[in-house]
């Protein structure tokens, strides 16, 4: 572990602070649910989606409004006890965990609200996508949600949010209306673009270092219609190179509504490495074939992919990153066309990897294609999300059996990480550095603090500190990125 994750994940909590804040939460709070490590249910409580990042909290609090969220955060800081805030707990980087201090738990706090009138809808700040999209459904709407729906809607929108739909709608930012919010100094407030405009800026992509977002309101978009999704498995041997050729082929002969993820990994009933795609298109399964007819031609050793309602798509994937294990995400870019023999060169490195980490063979690059049209059309400096551009994520997600093998999985996947920037520098180079490649940094949310703020958020980096200073002046969200240490230059 890092030094900065380490610094965001510890309590340093005495015992005699520690029991006066629970007399207090127990005073002040009327919808919330306090656990301590005697409590029933409190190991279920400091599970994470990767084990090694749960930590032993010395109390977690299930808080169930906004107010309660804001009485313990003044009391935490009255206390002088570290706090952070657990929403779907994906987070790879331990800010959602703390030795021996307290945890603001939003896991109750997941209704939806569904306003078919003026097509909106208000979900709660614990809920994860399962939940929106079940309910969305229900009234034939959907939103652009995250590729796997046990991910935190607070953690993925927060900081920016890409999904199926953002071939045709852009960024979960881009349809974020509103936000409820409490900040340190613990006041409830509104922020949108006609209240608190500068703050409602900072929370769309950079939103995890500036309060605790207690509900969101967002535009819903019409989705009556099923759409057509499954997953393909190939021996990367033989087929990488014409699966990555259909890949890159796509986003110029099909439209936003068709898109795919691009993965090699070793699966467990296979022998030899796999190049995995998973399928994506809004329409029929006749209208579909058409356009992945390439991709089908390469005749999958399995393919899933079917007509199904819109809701089971962004469960697709969940299989491959469950809940439990060890596991961490990197974040890196890439701008097609990718090239074959660059994915072979991770290959190998992951059959080296294998050979000395046990549990590693589950370990899986991912490569994104999504039509970048919608959300480029929206400035880059319009929201404090610096990334869009028509370049693709790359998603780096080893897993791996023992602790002893931390450090090196995290070295490993900054390797690869830099492989790729090195990647992205040729092209960069062979297509004479053009200005829309500039700004091109990381997807934050993948990147488990592992890179600076100012490579995460680029030419918005000055403007965001400023407004951390004004909204946060005492750094009271520091688990995030952090905008105002020294680290950052």
């Known amino acids: 572990m890092s030094k900065r994750e380490d610094e965001v994940s510890q309590g340093h909590t005495s015992p005699d ?21 005697d409590s029933e249910g409190y190991l279920d409580s400091i599970k994470r989606w990767s084990d090694e990042v749960e930590k032993r909290a010395g109390v977690v609090v299930y808080v ?25 707990k994906h987070s790879s980087s331990g800010a959602a965990s703390t030795d021996g201090g307290l945890v603001i738990d939003l896991a109750k706090m997941r209704k939806v609200e569904i306003d078919t009138s003026k097509k909106i809808a208000k979900v709660q700040g614990g809920c994860i996508w399962q939940d929106v999209d079940e309910a969305a459904a229900n009234h034939g709407l959907a939103m652009v949600g995250g590729t796997v729906n046990h991910t935190g809607v607070g953690g993925l929108t927060l900081g920016g949010g890409y999904g199926w739909l953002s071939g045709r709608y852009g960024l979960t930012i881009d349809s974020l209306l509103q936000v409820q919010i409490v900040l340190g ?3 409830i407030n509104t922020a949108s673009e006609n209240e608190n405009p500068d703050l409602f800026w900072a929370v769309r992509g950079a939103g995890h270092g500036f309060g605790v977002v207690s509900e969101f309101v967002f535009e819903t978009h019409e989705q009556k219609n099923n759409i057509w999704s499954g997953q393909m498995i190939w021996p990367a041997s033989t087929k990488l190179g014409g699966v990555i050729d259909f890949a890159n082929d796509l986003l110029t002969k099909s439209d936003p509504d068709s898109a795919m993820v691009l993965g090699v990994t070793a699966p467990p009933f296979m022998t030899e490495p796999a190049v995995v795609a998973t399928v994506f298109h809004n329409g029929s399964q006749g209208a579909a074939e058409r356009i992945f007819k390439p991709l089908l031609n390469l005749q999958p050793l399995k393919n899933s992919a079917q007509e199904r309602p819109y809701r089971e798509m962004n469960g697709m994937m969940n299989h491959a990153v469950p809940y439990g294990g060890r596991k961490l995400s990197k974040g890196a870019c890439f701008v097609p066309p990718l090239s074959a023999d660059y994915v072979r060169s991770l290959i190998v490195d992951m059959q080296k990897l294998h050979q000395t980490v046990p549990g590693s063979r589950r370990s899986i690059v991912l490569f994104e294609y999504l039509h970048p049209e919608a959300w480029c059309k929206i400035p880059n400096d319009a929201t404090a999300f610096a990334n869009r551009g ?16 931390d450090q090196k999985i995290r070295l490993w996947a900054t390797e690869i990480a830099k492989k790729a920037e090195m990647e992205l520098e040729r092209v960069k180079e062979e297509a ?11 997807y934050g949310n993948y990147d488990g603090l592992l890179t600076n703020a100012r490579r995460i958020f680029g030419s918005n980096f000055d403007k965001l500190r400023s407004l951390k200073i004004r909204y946060d002046p005492d750094n009271v969200f520091d688990k995030s990125h952090s905008l105002l240490s020294a680290r950052e230059e």
């Open 390 to 405: 028509r370049h693709q994520n790359v998603m780096i997600g080893p897993f791996w059996d023992n602790a002893e093998d």
């Open 185 to 187: 100094d613990g006041s």
């Open 432 to 442: 004479g550095s053009p200005a829309w490649m500039e700004h091109i940094g990381e």
């Open 64 to 88: 169930g409004s906004a107010q309660d969220i804001a009485s313990t955060i003044l009391l935490s800081r009255k206390h002088s006890i570290s706090f952070v805030v657990a929403g779907g």
């Open 17 to 37: 602070a520690l029991a006066s804040l629970l007399r207090e939460l127990k005073e002040a709070l009327e919808y919330s649910i306090i656990l301590t490590p």
